[in-house]
């Protein structure tokens, strides 16, 4: 199947999950996860009617960026992000998924300040619990919120998670409703200058469930452009370095 084909039969798939759960499938965000992937097949999908751009690695997305910005996507980074990276990432990013610490908050401000900029970011939080992944833990997520709603130059408009690896529905399932708990719990406590806009949850194997169980932006890789020959350990690191953590 073409990459136009694949994104047919993704948003088809979207659009039944979105009518299970009683929601309109037009308010279904899609991101097409494009790590690996080369700049004419993602040129390819832009055309096809793909418009926004998700990147895990900052090096790799600023190459890409280079060649496509006249495309007129839109580029979220969806990938762990280092305090040495930032002031790379935002010579291309329009929203960044994977707010998951203060120190990494306060490095976005600082140099957002100098910039005289905001920028809509996500918190990501980790619902599986996985020493493996990263992200906020649950019962950590809403003090880090409110620890970054005082930075104004970021806008806190969602949550992200990325679901457990297992073909387990059940164990699936119960980490897209943890991140949608806090979610509800965040609309209900109103927090001046944090906005519930979006639940970036769901990838490739697992977004129909997303979708049913609250999501309303999901990450597509591969049922888009096909297996990839990088490892996904590449991109979700199984140790995490120190830079990692910074």
Not at 124 to 142: C, D, F, L, M, R
Not at 150 to 160: E, F, Q, R, S, W
Not at 199 to 207: A, F, K, P, R, V
Request: charged residues 30%; proline residues 2%.
């Amino acid at each position: 199947m073409t990459i136009k084909e694949n994104l047919e039969h993704v948003r088809r798939n979207i659009a039944a999950s979105a009518s299970k759960a009683g929601k309109n499938p037009k308010d279904i965000i899609l991101v097409m996860a494009t790590k690996t992937v080369e700049t004419e097949r993602i040129r390819e999908a832009i055309h096809a009617g793909g418009h926004i751009i998700g990147e895990n690695k900052v090096q790799e997305a600023l190459k890409k960026y280079e060649v496509l910005k006249g495309e007129g996507a839109e580029w979220h980074f969806i990938g762990h992000l280092q305090t040495n990276k930032v002031k790379d990432v935002l010579k291309f990013a329009d929203m960044i998924h994977s707010v998951d610490r203060l120190s990494l908050v306060e490095k976005l401000d600082q140099r957002l300040q100098q910039e005289g900029r905001s920028l809509d970011i996500l918190v990501q939080v980790n619902t599986s619990h996985e020493e493996s992944k990263y992200g906020v833990a649950p019962e950590e997520a809403i003090p880090l919120i409110k620890q970054t709603a005082k930075y104004d130059t970021l806008k806190i408009l969602g949550l992200m998670t990325i679901g457990l690896f297992t073909k387990d529905e059940v164990k699936i399932r119960k980490c897209f409703k943890v991140l949608k708990e806090i979610h509800d719990t965040l609309i209900k406590e109103a927090i001046d200058r944090v906005q519930m806009k979006y639940l970036s949850m769901g990838m490739s194997g697992d977004y129909q469930i997303a979708i049913e169980e609250g999501a309303n932006m999901v990450r597509i890789g591969t049922a888009i452009f096909g297996a990839r020959n990088t490892p996904d350990a590449y991109y979700w690191p199984s140790e995490k370095t120190d830079a990692d953590r910074g």
